[in-house]
């Protein structure tokens, strides 16, 4: 977290906490790698996107994930402690994808992106549209022999297949945990947005932040800045100076 800054972090949450839950996973991943660029990181497949996230994860806050969720059967409130590694999915091909090829109809398509996902969400809110328009974003070509195909010309069954395409090619895209709720022994399995996660793991330690900043300016009547600057283990001590 250091070798970010305590001054960049908390930049990155003023500028981020009003933003959508995916514009402030981007809004990280900029703030951590600015060398990057920030449309790069809108542009990768979702499976490499969360992986960087899930390595930005472990360098700010360590390897253990607190996960809280609602057991599905008995309302049950699940404490289940994870770590990163169990999040880790083999990484999706550079290279672009084969075409898909059924009932005489061929499909060059690539993988989604944060890009095509923003793009969509704020185009509609109706679910079952979103999976077309998101689909047609990412279809590049469609053909029946000579013939060019438009995205919502292609049969179902093609559909789902390039769903499944997609799903396989970047398993990461939609990582998964599994669970058992111990009150009732039901076994289910949550989505794991590690981008909500980590930015909630920054909401908590920008509050933890924010009292130190508080104690050690009422103490020292140092500004925001100059506290900020300190290294946090410079930072514990003098807390702990004023807390004696
Ligand atoms: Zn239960």
Redesign the pocket.
């Known amino acids: 977290m250091e070798a970010l800054g305590a001054q960049r972090l908390l930049q990155c949450w003023d500028g981020a906490r009003d933003e959508h839950p995916l514009r402030r996973a981007l809004a990280l991943l900029d703030a951590a790698w600015p060398e990057v660029g920030a449309a790069r990181w809108g542009a990768l497949p979702l499976g490499a996107r969360d992986a960087r996230l899930i390595a930005l994860h472990e360098a700010l806050f360590g390897t253990a994930l607190e996960t809280r969720v609602d057991?599905?059967?008995?309302?049950?409130e699940?404490e289940t402690p994870l770590s990163t590694g169990e999040l880790a999915t083999p990484p999706a091909p550079a290279d672009d994808p084969p075409p898909l090829v059924e009932d005489g109809i061929a499909v060059e398509w690539r993988l989604p992106t944060s890009d095509d996902l923003l793009a969509v969400l704020e185009a509609d809110d109706d679910a079952a549209d979103a999976a077309e328009r998101l689909l047609a974003r990412c279809v590049r070509a469609a053909r029946r022999g000579d013939a060019a195909l438009a995205p919502q010309e292609l049969p179902e069954p093609l559909i789902e297949r390039l769903q499944q395409a997609m799903a396989e090619r970047d398993p990461g895209a939609d990582l998964r945990i599994a669970l058992a709720?111990?009150?009732?022994?039901?076994a289910f399995e949550r989505r794991f947005d590690i981008g909500s996660h980590l930015f909630g793991a920054l909401d908590d330690w920008t509050e933890r932040l924010l009292d130190e900043v508080h104690a050690l300016a009422s103490a020292y009547g140092w500004s925001e800045a100059e506290i900020l600057a300190l290294p946090a283990a410079r930072r514990r001590h003098y807390l702990a100076r004023i807390q004696a």
């Open positions: 057991c599905p059967a008995c309302g049950a699940l709720c111990p009150a009732c022994g039901q």
